[in-house]
């Protein structure tokens, strides 16, 4: 079975450019994650969504960072515009939803974002 | 709020040496706990749990043990390899909410 499928796998921009990254979960996982991973830090969450709804996007800075999850399925984790500081490693994770504990998540590889 | 906290790396050790990775938490109610294992360029992968007090998760010869009264579920093998070097992260989770640690880098030697 296929894991978590991130693309692209490394991304270089210059500063106040858009990038975008996508997320294909495990086929039939219908709870997908964004986190943000900095040098030398654990993985902090940045949305999660249930299905097509984003149920906790508390920690998404909204004024240029989006998501969208279309038909419930690929995600897609946007930037506009990219700042220095958001140089990092943007994991995207899926899940089925189940009873509390009994969930696992799996992570994918990560897209790698060095902004310039 | 809740908080995971790891030992400092970097942890070295020759191979066959015996591991510990020490790990608390600051959690309300009652969390799961994981141990996550990220080999260099790769994302996260899951390396064992605990879901409830007095539960030991154990996978590849490693196993940790989830003490309430403690409020710790420290890493431990056995022997290492050297395939064992990667980033070990802690987490906790609450109501579907993962929070990590920030990583401990274990690197074995020959």
């Known amino acids: 079975e296929a894991g978590v499928v991130q693309s692209p796998r490394y991304k270089i921009i210059e500063k106040k450019q858009p990038v975008a990254f996508w997320c294909n979960p495990i086929?039939?996982?219908?709870?997908l994650y964004w986190y943000l991973q900095n040098l030398g830090q654990g993985p902090e969450l940045l949305i999660r969504?249930?299905?097509?709804?984003?149920?906790?996007d508390s920690q998404l800075p909204k004024d240029r960072f989006s998501a969208e999850r279309l038909k419930g399925v690929d995600s897609t984790l946007k930037i506009q515009p990219a700042e220095l500081g958001d140089s990092a490693v943007y994991l995207c994770?899926?899940?089925?939803?189940?009873?509390?504990?009994?969930?696992?998540?799996?992570f994918g590889p990560g897209t790698r974002l060095l902004v310039l | 709020g809740n908080s995971v906290t790891q030992m400092e790396g970097p942890v070295t050790l020759s191979e066959e040496a015996f591991l510990t990775i020490n790990c608390t938490y600051t959690?309300?109610?009652?969390?799961?706990l994981f141990w996550y294992v990220q080999y260099p360029g790769e994302g996260l992968q899951l390396l064992l749990k605990?879901?409830?007090?007095?539960d030991k998760g154990s996978n590849k010869g490693f196993e940790a043990t989830y003490r309430k009264e403690t409020t710790s579920f420290h890493l431990e093998k056995g022997s290492v390899q050297v395939s064992d070097s990667a980033v070990y992260f802690c987490?906790?989770?609450?109501?579907?909410?993962?929070?990590f640690g920030k990583g401990t880098m274990l690197l074995v030697s020959p």
């Open positions: 987490a906790l989770k609450r109501y579907s909410t993962l929070t």
């Open positions: 086929s039939g996982h219908n709870t």
């Open positions: 994770a899926s899940s089925l939803s189940g009873r509390e504990g009994q969930e696992t998540q799996y």
């Open positions: 959690a309300t109610g009652y969390p799961s």
């Open positions: 969504y249930e299905n097509e709804e984003a149920v906790d």
């Open positions: 605990a879901t409830k007090a007095d």
